[in-house]
């Protein structure tokens, strides 16, 4: 691996030395991060400050410099570890879910209509965030949000992308809870299995492309087959414990039962209830927080294992994150598994690359 600092631009300047190990995780559904450590602790304040940013030459992902730490334990030579995050996590934490800044008419309610959750959360990124000089690529969206935002809340190194799979039906409405919007967005497009990234620039362009995305079926195309030694050390969790499938959903104005897939009622032994406390003003609202919520709560079913060498290095041209692939495992189960993360390490054994799954349930 060849580890990175980026320039103002987040174009690649310089080359981090004589770090003792790296570790570089890529995630679909939450933010990416890195922990890198160095024995020469004056060599890598200078190279990482707080602050900077990095990246890998075989990665698109930018991350940013957030956390020093430093031990000096007795008898033991002095270890600085340096952790920072994927730049969407890093500058999306910095704002808050609401729409007009502080005034004497208090804080009105927010509502957005979209077709499906990741576009509502799309749209309150750039009312948030955005303004219509800058994004030109959203312009017939931003007509419908009239964001009312300051100026000041911009954040200028940001280039909010339009999904692939936008749509501009209107035909359900959600509320942005007030809150952190990072979190707000993430329990957004986690209830439509949608994910978030951030890409650093090509050379013409000086701002990192934020984008809410989902992967592509490549079920078909694709197998990893632990018969055949493509998968090292496997290990499988499948649990149904702590899992939800009917949301009850009580509020002072009304309530209803959510269910989280469109099937019949649960009952008997399969009915796993939730209660949810809700104020929405309206079924609609009050259905959306309830299928949020019941996400919070699915069913286990994870496979964690190293994919053999030859098969992870069609990471980025074969598959991507957040794409479904066909895991034919032992044991009797195969599966459907969507690339959750890839991680990437050096350390004075060498160096590995491998991604992570997650399995497909719909319980």
């Known amino acids: 691996m060849e580890f990175q600092t980026l320039n103002e631009d987040f174009q690649a300047e310089h080359v981090v ?16 991060e890195f922990q890198a450590t160095f024995n020469n602790i004056p060599a890598g ?7 900077s940013y990095v990246t890998l030459r075989e990665s698109t992902v930018p991350m940013k410099v957030e956390t020093h730490k430093i031990e000096k334990k007795k008898n033991a030579v002095p270890v600085l570890t340096v952790t920072g995050r994927t730049c969407e996590a890093c500058w999306l934490e910095q704002r808050q879910s609401v729409k007009d800044l502080p005034s004497a008419a208090g804080r009105p309610a927010w509502t957005i209509t979209a077709d499906k959750q990741s576009d509502a959360a799309y749209k309150a990124i ?8 800058r994004f030109k690529d959203g312009v017939s969206v931003l007509a419908a949000i009239a964001p009312s935002i300051s100026a000041k809340r911009a954040i200028p190194q ?36 949608h ?21 592509s079926d490549r079920t078909d195309e694709l197998v990893f087959d632990a018969r ?33 897939n469109a099937t019949e009622e649960p009952e008997g032994l ?51 994150l957040g794409d479904l692939l066909k895991l034919t495992g032992q044991y009797g189960l195969s599966q459907i598994v969507r690339v959750a993360e890839f991680i990437r390490s050096s350390d004075n054994t060498g160096t590995k690359a491998y991604p992570t799954f997650e399995a497909i349930t719909t319980s």
């Open 17 to 32: 030395e004589n770090y003792e190990t790296l570790i570089w995780t890529e995630r679909y559904s939450t933010n990416g």
């Open 195 to 215: 994910g978030i990234k951030s890409v650093r620039p090509n050379t013409s362009d000086t701002r990192v492309d934020i984008e809410i995305y989902n992967g």
């Open 158 to 193: 940001a280039s909010l992308i339009l999904p692939q799979d936008y749509s501009t039906l209107t035909t359900n409405t959600y509320e942005i809870k007030a809150g952190n919007l990072y979190t707000v967005i993430m329990e957004l497009i986690t209830a439509n299995f």
């Open 126 to 133: 750039r009312t948030v965030i955005g303004d219509e000089e």
């Open 228 to 260: 055949f030694d493509q998968i090292d050390d496997a290990t499988y969790l499948l649990s149904k414990q702590g899992s939800c499938d009917i949301a009850l959903v009580y509020g002072p104005n009304g309530s209803q039962q959510v269910l989280k």
């Open 270 to 320: 399969e009915r796993r209830e939730l209660l949810v406390d809700d104020s929405g003003s309206t079924s609609e609202i009050r259905t959306n927080h309830g299928l949020v919520e019941l996400y919070k709560y699915n069913a286990t079913a994870l496979f964690d294992g190293q994919i053999a060498e030859q098969v992870a290095s069609g990471y980025n041209k074969d598959y991507f």
């Open 45 to 51: 304040l200078a190279q990482l400050p707080e602050g």
